[in-house]
């Protein structure tokens, strides 16, 4: 027999398990005899930060940048009241779209009322140790010759803009 789901239970029986555990749980935490196993209390800032941590490994750069830059129209729209409206849900699905590689561990560490992050881990990590050493084989290796393109490319439209200026006398 296969257990039901949260969303599949009935409100009796939702109630009768929370019945259960205060009959058979609450005792033992209350006695001693069983400790929670959260037995600390994070801010909600602490656990935005622990994810950002696990973000930064997990989501393109680019993606975060622009997610970032539409967190307060979000914002603006939920507090509106404009929660159904199709903009905060073309907004919601960037952001849920955004979040489906979030997976992994962050360890942190409580010192001195401060939490600091000790470690993070994620099978959905984009670091690859091949492409961000300069050592290692041609192939996996960064190539500093790819540098040059990249910086010709982007002073390009730098380029084209001085010669405009100079072309008006600017």
Known sequence: MQPLKEAEKTPEQKAALMQRFIAEMIPRIA???LRPVIDSRFSLADISDAHRHM????????VMHIRDGLIPEYAKLVYNGFWFAPEREALQALVTESQKSVSGEVRVKLYKGNII??????KLSLYNEDVATM???A?????Q???T???RLN???LKSEATRRDSQGG
């Open 31 to 33: 006695d001693g005899s």
């Open 55 to 62: 973000e930064s490994l997990t989501v393109d750069r680019e």
């Open 139 to 143: 192939e996996h290796a960064y190539n």
């Open 135 to 137: 050592e290692g084989g």
């Open 155 to 157: 002073a390009l439209r």
């Open 149 to 151: 393109g990249f910086i």
């Open 145 to 147: 010759d790819d540098a």
């Open 117 to 122: 992050t000790a470690g993070r881990r994620s």
